[in-house]
C-alpha cells in the first residue's frame, strides 16, 4: 500500500466483481456492449440492469468513461472506460490509455464516489504491453490524486500474477 496526498493506493491480486467499493472500472468497448475478459465478467455478475443503462448511454469514445449502476455487484457503481488497442504504440495509445485512468477518476469525483477499484485496461485482448500500461495507469492516478483528495482508495484489482508483478514493479519506480 502507498499513500499520495490522502488516497490510499492498493495492488492487489483478485477478482474485480468481488470489490466492496463505491465503483468499479470495467474495461469497456467502445460500443459498451458486454464482451469477454473482465468486460464479459462485470457484465455477468452485476446483472441486466447495467446492460440497460449501457444501452442507453449511447457507446463511449476510446479514452473516455461512463458511469452506470452497479446492479448485483458489491461496488454501487460501474465506471465503462474504453481503452486503446495496441498497435505498437505510435498511434497515440498511451495518450489515450492515461485519459481512461483519469476520465474514470473525474467521474468519480463528478459522482461523489470515495473508492474505486481498477483492472489493468488495454492489458488483455487489447494488447497494451502490461509493464508499460502499469506504469501509465499509476503515473495518470497518482497525478491525479495529488490533486483531488476527495478521493480516499484506488485499489488495482489485477487477476494474473503476472499483472500483479507488473504493477506491483511499476508501483516501485512511480509511486
Excluded at 114 to 126: D, E
Excluded at 155 to 163: A, C, K, P, T
Aim: glycine share 12%.
Amino acid at each position: 500500500m502507498w499513500t499520495v496526498n490522502q488516497t490510499r493506493i492498493e495492488i492487489i491480486q483478485g477478482d474485480i466483481t468481488k470489490e466492496h467499493v463505491d465503483a468499479i472500472v470495467n474495461a469497456a468497448n467502445a460500443r459498451l456492449a458486454g464482451g469477454g475478459g473482465v468486460d464479459g465478467a462485470i457484465h455477468r455478475a452485476g446483472g441486466p440492469a447495467i446492460m440497460a443503462e449501457c444501452r442507453a448511454l449511447g457507446g463511449c469514445d476510446t479514452g473516455d468513461a461512463k458511469i452506470t449502476t452497479g446492479g448485483n455487484l458489491p461496488a454501487k457503481h460501474v465506471i465503462h472506460a474504453v481503452g486503446p488497442v495496441y498497435y505498437g504504440g505510435a498511434q497515440g495509445e498511451a495518450k489515450l490509455l492515461a485519459s481512461c485512468y483519469r476520465r474514470s477518476l473525474e467521474v468519480a469525483v463528478e459522482s461523489r464516489l470515495k473508492s474505486v477499484a481498477f483492472a489493468a485496461i488495454s492489458c488483455g485482448i487489447y494488447g497494451y504491453p502490461i509493464s508499460d500500461a502499469a506504469r501509465i495507469a499509476l503515473s495518470t492516478v497518482k497525478t491525479f490524486v495529488e490533486s483531488h483528495p476527495q478521493i480516499e482508495l484506488v485499489r488495482f484489482v489485477l487477476f494474473s500474477d503476472d499483472v500483479l508483478k507488473a504493477f506491483s514493479a511499476a508501483a516501485g519506480d512511480v509511486l
